[in-house]
């Protein structure tokens, strides 16, 4: 609003107003203030808002997509994510899994960047690829800042590979570059004095019962179907799986 403060010049549209009829995004809503919480929620409730130094009401009619990778039910439990405002959004939820839970996708969404990247280039670079070895070491990698950090680990790799049409694992960073990736059956050994199959196959075991359960958000019967067995036998294997 024209004169509300400081350099406010012209009248402008906010994103509510530009959004009218449409969607908004709204990133990272864990963040938010309790100020911002309490004023996002009058929105939602109201469908009405008013601008900065303003006293007229502005209606909106606005479909709301919010992300966050907080944990806001948590958040609600310790008092710090209002929780009306939690159940206003929280109508259709949508869960993104981690990198870490779809490797596959991780050389694609890398060349997908390097494309990007060689195509923005000043002047314009060929195609960019990545190695095999390359690869294999990204999807070893657990990603914890997920996508974000994937993109930046590949501009970065690129900055620093001028010229090249192939990225290697040696111009990744280091702590990808040494992450081993999961051990084949064939990397075993079999020393002179034999090896202990039950317990490789039960830690085996126990390693993906841990990632299913991972990816379903601890829910015992949506792990079961992902690993093709009843419900009764996970939580018998559970069952052994707390006493090892």
Known sequence: MRGAFTGAVANR??????ANRGTLFLDEVGTMSAALQAKLLRVLQS??????????????????????????RKMVEIGTFREDLYYRLN??????????????????????????????????????????DAQQAMMAFNWP????????????????SPGRAQITSLEMPEEIR??????????????????????????????????ALERTGGNKRQAADLLHLKRTTLIEKLKRLEKA
């Not at 990247?117 to 670079?125: I, K, S, T, Y």
């Not at 800042?145 to 620093?160: M, P």
């Open 178 to 211: 040494n992450v081993r990736p999961p051990m084949q059956a064939g990397d075993v050994p079999i020393p002179e004095a034999g090896i202990d199959i039950e317990a490789i196959v039960s830690e085996f075991e126990h390693t993906l019962i841990r990632r």
């Open 13 to 18: 549209q906010g994103r509510l107003e530009q």
């Open 47 to 72: 469908r009405e808002f008013e601008r900065v130094g303003d006293s007229q009401t502005v209606r909106v009619d606005v479909r709301v997509i919010a992300a966050t990778n907080s944990d806001l």
């Open 91 to 132: 109508v259709i939820p949508v869960r993104v899994p981690p990198l870490r839970e779809r490797r596959a996708d991780i050389p694609i969404l890398a060349q997908h960047f390097l494309d990007r990247l060689a195509r923005d280039a000043q002047p314009p670079r060929g195609r960019v690829t990545l190695s095999q």
């Open 145 to 160: 800042g997920n996508v974000r950090q994937l993109e930046n680990v590949i501009e970065r790799t690129f900055a620093l």
